[in-house]
């Protein structure tokens, strides 16, 4: 008797997903760890470069760091710019094409950087140039960040949004140990002299192979499964909700993750040319703190996002934000002690970069979960990128400018509570049961 014809052989659909699930997540972070790297790279070099790109002979070496953070800014003011450009593309023709650009922009602009000549080889025009690749680089930055975090987002399994969002915050963390890492190691196997003819641009350099792995990865992206439905929904361009409900919306999200983008710059970024510049600590002393706090921010991101799954975001953004409400200057003291231990200290840096972790953990999902998918890419892009540029890129300016003019050491403390302050109120109008909904 002849058996029966086998049926056909259908892909289990849940594996299916799970592998989409899975490249999305990966194809989002590889980006931001790029961004985040270079980034970290040009905040831990920043006296470096001061002295090669904007200290004439005979310039004061204040004013030149003045004018290194002063470029540091302009990238952050030119990334609402690029949220705005690429996610109106990412709205329209989907978040892979999309996010292919902008890894190319952003591998390009932070390569050349590390062949760009120096003052002292062709005078004037070496800040200029450097300036401009770095506003080519706010542009990409600001199109990285709304494109992936909407992937991953809407590529999660339900029940998941803050923890596949806080991969993105963590591959902050990870962007910005690895460069501090790098920049240690170099500080470590190089002579001073030797990191300041040519050692600085070793990291710059390491950014073209890595933007090669990541162009591979987001080549084989799939477009996201909320994005095709409204596109399939519309038989087109899918069609954006009122200007001004996005606009309110954008101005909310930034209030909300605005002490995110400040207290994290300050205690992660800007701290090195504080602690060596203020409190007269070493380079690799400064790298050292510097790599503690960001080991704190990378400790609580993920358990973070996954926490806010359960518990809702507006619980524990709010833990976070309060938190440096109350401690960034007991902290801050704390490192300003001569006399206190090196554990003590270590521990008070280790906490700073854990509160700002509570933040960033569920922040991703918070802002993806505000906008629909239609204007997704573009709305949490936009309000990312303001409060980035405002309170995170004008950082090192404002406080090392405070500094100087005040002679206050505890300024990173006083701007870092002050901008939590103000996301505990916007953080307030959040509704505890966001992260129960479905994505618009």
């Known amino acids: ?237 899918p069609r954006r909700p009122p200007a001004g409900e996005t606009v309110r919306a954008v101005a909310l999200g930034a209030g909300r993750v605005m002490g995110w983008s400040a207290a994290g710059y300050t205690f992660l970024v800007v701290l090195p040319s504080y602690l060596q510049n203020t409190l007269n600590a070493t380079f690799q002393q400064a790298l050292v703190a510097t790599v503690l706090a960001n080991l704190g921010f990378a400790a609580t991101i993920l358990p973070a996002g996954a926490i806010s799954d359960r518990l809702g975001r507006r619980t524990v953004m709010l833990a976070g934000a309060l938190l440096v409400v109350v401690l960034a200057l007991p902290l801050l003291n704390l490192v300003q002690d001569t006399g206190a231990p090196v554990y003590a200290k270590g521990a008070a840096l280790f906490a700073a970069g854990a509160a700002v972790g509570l933040m960033a953990g569920p922040g991703p999902a918070m802002l993806s979960e505000m906008f629909p998918t239609t204007v997704r890419y573009t709305g949490l892009g936009l309000a990312y990128a303001l409060s980035n540029a405002v309170f995170s890129g004008c950082a090192g300016l404002i406080i090392t400018r405070a500094v100087a003019w005040t002679g206050d050491a505890d300024i990173p403390a006083y701007y870092a509570a002050a901008t939590c302050a103000v996301s505990v109120a916007a953080l307030l109008t959040l509704r505890g049961d966001d992260h129960e909904r479905t994505l618009r």
């Not at 899975?22 to 002295?51: K, P």
């Open 1 to 237: 008797m002849l058996s029966p014809a086998p049926g056909p052989v259908r892909f289990p659909v849940a594996a299916a997903r799970r592998t989409g699930s899975r490249r999305a997540l990966l194809g989002g972070c590889v980006g931001n760890f790029i961004e985040w790297y270079e980034f970290g790279v040009y905040g831990y070099l920043a006296t470096v470069i001061a002295t090669h790109f904007f200290t004439p002979e005979g310039g004061s070496a204040v004013e030149g760091l003045v004018k290194t953070y002063a470029s540091f800014a302009l990238a952050f003011f030119f990334r609402p710019v690029g949220a705005a450009v690429f996610g109106r593309l990412g709205d329209r023709i989907g978040r892979r094409p999309t996010l292919v650009l902008v890894i190319c922009l952003m591998t390009g602009a932070t390569t050349l950087i590390g062949v760009l000549p120096t003052y002292a080889t062709i005078g004037a025009a070496a800040p200029w140039l450097l300036t401009l690749l770095r506003a080519v680089q706010g542009l990409s930055a600001g199109g990285e960040f709304g494109g992936a975090v909407s992937v991953m987002t809407e590529s999660a399994p339900p029940g998941r949004r803050g923890r596949y969002g806080a991969w993105q915050s963590f591959t902050v963390a990870l962007g910005l140990l690895a460069g501090a890492g790098t920049t240690a190691l170099l500080a470590t196997v190089l002579t001073p002299s030797e990191l300041n003819a040519w050692g600085w641009r070793v990291p710059f350099l390491l950014t073209l192979p890595l933007g090669l792995a990541a162009l591979w990865l987001r080549v084989r992206l799939d477009e996201t499964p909320a994005f095709v439905s409204a596109v399939a929904a519309t038989g087109g361009p």
